[in-house]
């Protein structure tokens, strides 16, 4: 008996999935603001230096070159909210809006299609502290950051819906599994809140 040969759909995208705390590096760099994971990995026994990480922020030409290379189709990237809006809110630093419109267009430019996503897990420090996710304040602090992107990006990339973001950390918060896990613990947990964010943002 023949196997029969079974192939990929034409239009299926072979791609990879970044990050951008876990790639970019350059934290302290173009007027980038803190997250809350700049704060949880400078604690001792930490596990990850975002410097340089895999120094994205600077590497992306050679990594988007070597995605042509090898046939790599498509890309997720996350945009860093404090990298656009260093103190999560009100003045917008246009470096960090520059390098993710060069960003982008590399992609397209070595036949990478970008995939983006507004939030992935770094949320503003000065927000974490007043609660996170748990804080219904961040709802309509994310909301502004979503229509603040909507009005500078060009239609040249697929916005992936956060929904997925928000409830794996409301599940990973319950676990006390975000940073930073022994703050996480110390607080009440607000499930509600999150199903509220995640309605509000995917109406933006």
């Known amino acids: 008996m023949s196997a029969k040969r ?13 990050a951008a ?4 590096g350059a934290t302290r760099e ?14 001792p026994g930490s596990r990850f230096t975002a410097d340089p990480a895999s120094d994205f922020y600077h590497k992306y030409p050679e990594d988007l070159a070597l995605c042509e290379q090898f046939g790599v189709k498509g890309i997720r990237i996350s945009l860093s909210w404090t990298r656009i809006l260093p103190e999560g809110e009100g003045r917008v630093n246009q470096k960090g809006i520059d390098y993710y419109n060069k960003l982008i267009d590399a992609c397209i430019a070595h036949g990478v299609e970008p995939f983006v996503t507004l939030h992935h ?5 000065a927000y974490f502290h007043a609660g996170g996710w ?3 304040a961040l709802i309509d602090h ?3 950051y ?17 929904q997925r973001a928000v409830v794996d950390r409301a599940e990973r918060l319950h676990r006390g599994q975000f940073p ?9 947990r607000h499930p509600n809140m999150l199903q509220g964010a995640v309605a509000r943002i995917n109406n933006v």
């Open 146 to 162: 979503a229509r603040m992107l909507r009005g500078v990006r060009r239609p040249r990339a697929e916005m992936g819906d956060v």
């Open 21 to 24: 705390y876990q790639v970019e």
């Open 180 to 188: 930073a896990a022994s703050y996480v613990r110390a607080r009440p």
């Open 30 to 43: 173009d007027g980038r603001g803190p997250c809350s994971w700049d704060e949880d990995m400078a604690l």
């Open 6 to 18: 079974k192939t990929f759909p034409k239009d299926f995208i072979f791609g990879g999935s970044t």
């Open 134 to 136: 748990e804080n219904r």
């Open 142 to 144: 994310f909301v502004d």
């Open 121 to 125: 897990f770094d949320t503003p420090l």
